[in-house]
């Protein structure tokens, strides 16, 4: 068996890029520090040598919704602002390897909350999901359910896109609390979704709120965490910012017109908005992303809860038409590294030291099983996660041990093991990239090395061999 090196790689922004942007442990709104002073004030994380204390803690996931590798100053992007989120990352531990469960929005949701590989489940064979007939199953443990379970309260606030009504729903898969959309998109003013309706629920009932849909998300956010809470809580935040239509805070009469194509049928071309958006519109919806995350830190904070809350910030899948993701290839949709690599934040001010960066590769599934873990809660043994718990790499400073990150989508096959990627692309050819080496892929080694070619694929088909087929149809 050839040697597979564990040695990963930090700083993969490279062209000059910040490695990463401190700030102050205080208060979500102090001033973030000087690029170079916190470039130097990052360090290869450890985890603390004392055990800390408090009781069990609050969860805060929050997604954003087709957010690009680099598209955080503290991620490498040279035009976009994200003092809030890069002071998260200073406070806490910035992932460099970190990816999503899938390359589309739908099945990294399902990966996210069953902590198993979309392909275990029918509603996650769809990429992504479009239609009623699709979606989790309720009956399916999840990590609300589990988590609710062992004494947890429970809330969705954002986009579900894991089914519609009747027969889907996060109330009826564990969350107590739903406030968001069911559906993969809508118009930020009207509502109006991906299946031509109106798509804002509170529950399993519409709830009438025309203003632009992340400051909505965010005032209920607030509410939420700033609540005298009986129990430690788990808070789902799904953003759908930055994902198409692309509409800012002042673009109410772009998306009237959107609204009006939808209304007349054209729903798709209304939302995927191929007329419109710009670098920069898409630079104000991120800035406006990282203001709206910022308000709800600080929500946070003053609750109390800051100390004891673990809160961890990633995006669903890798950017779209105009994300910033220097130096990666591939974007959304695909398993290049453009298409499932992702910025990811943990801070836990109580257990976990700031101003950290890890190396090591984590995907969505990964976190399923850690949260599960630090809230004691048991996975269900009639569905064994696919998720590897990192909460003796964070707390005890145990070793992640050796294991593969698998992706499987319609047209690509992935499959990383250490520093080395098996790569399969639509027309059938298979690639080996060295990703310490070659973080872009474009030296093709597998002609170099085919025996470890043949192992890694043979370790993807092995996998593979364990999950349902796609539908012929």
């Not at 102050?24 to 000087?34: F, I, L, N, R, V």
């Not at 956010?221 to 239509?245: G, I, K, Q």
């Not at 696919?386 to 698998?406: C, I, K, Q, T």
Request: overall charge negative; hydrophobic content about 35%.
């Amino acid at each position: 068996m050839p040697e597979i090196s564990r040695r990963t790689f930090g700083g993969l922004v490279g062209g000059g890029a910040v490695t990463a942007v401190a700030g102050t442990a205080g208060s979500a709104e102090a001033a973030p520090e000087s690029a170079s002073a916190s470039a130097s004030a990052e360090r290869p994380f450890r985890a603390r040598s004392s055990a800390g204390s408090g009781g069990r803690p609050n969860f805060l996931f929050i997604l954003g919704d087709d957010l690009g590798w680099a598209d955080l100053s503290s991620y490498g992007s040279p035009h976009i602002k994200t003092p809030n989120l890069d002071r998260l990352a200073a406070q806490g531990v910035r992932f460099t390897n970190a990816y999503s469960g899938s390359a589309t929005c739908s099945p990294t949701r399902f990966s996210l909350y069953t902590g198993r590989y979309p392909g275990r489940t029918q509603g996650g064979l769809a990429e992504p999901i479009g239609n009623k007939t699709q979606g989790l199953d309720p009956n399916h443990p999840t990590l609300a359910s589990l988590l609710k379970k062992a004494g947890y309260s429970t809330a969705l606030i954002g986009k579900w896109h894991c089914g519609w009504l009747p027969d889907y729903s996060p109330t009826k898969s564990g969350w107590d609390e739903f406030f968001g959309n069911f559906g993969g998109a809508l118009e930020y003013f009207s509502k109006l979704g991906q299946l031509g309706d109106y798509d804002l629920y509170e529950g399993d009932a519409e709830y009438k709120d025309l203003r632009y849909y992340t400051t909505v998300l965010t005032e209920r956010a607030v509410e939420y965490v700033s609540r005298n809470h009986d129990e430690p809580w788990l808070l789902n935040l799904n953003f759908t910012t930055p994902h198409w239509p692309w509409l800012g805070e002042d673009d109410e009469e772009t998306g009237a017109e959107i609204a009006a194509k939808i209304r007349a049928g054209q729903v798709l071309s209304g939302l995927l908005h191929n007329d419109g958006g710009s670098v920069e519109k898409y630079t104000e919806m991120v800035e406006n992303l990282d203001a709206s995350i910022g308000k709800v830190l600080t929500a946070l904070k003053r609750s109390g809860q800051e100390q004891n809350t673990v809160v961890v910030f990633a995006s669903d899948n890798g950017g779209e038409r105009f994300s910033y993701l220097w130096p990666l290839s591939g974007a959304k949709s695909e398993l290049l590294e453009g298409g499932i690599r992702v910025p990811t934040i943990l801070r836990w001010p109580a257990r976990v030291d700031g101003h950290q960066v890890s190396d090591e590769p984590v995907f969505s599934p990964d976190w399923t099983a850690t949260l599960l873990e630090l809230g004691g809660a048991r996975p269900a043994s009639t569905h064994p996660l696919d998720g590897h718990s990192f909460a003796g790499y964070l707390l005890r400073g145990e070793e992640v041990p050796e294991r593969d990150l698998f992706w499987r989508v319609r047209g690509n096959r992935a499959l990383r093991r250490g520093d080395w990627k098996y790569f399969q692309d639509s027309s059938g050819t298979d690639h080996l990239y060295n990703l310490a080496q070659d973080q872009r892929e474009q030296a093709d080694l597998a002609t170099d090395r085919p025996e470890l070619l043949t192992e890694l694929k043979a370790a993807w088909e092995k996998t593979a061999s364990g999950l349902l087929p796609y539908p012929t149809a």
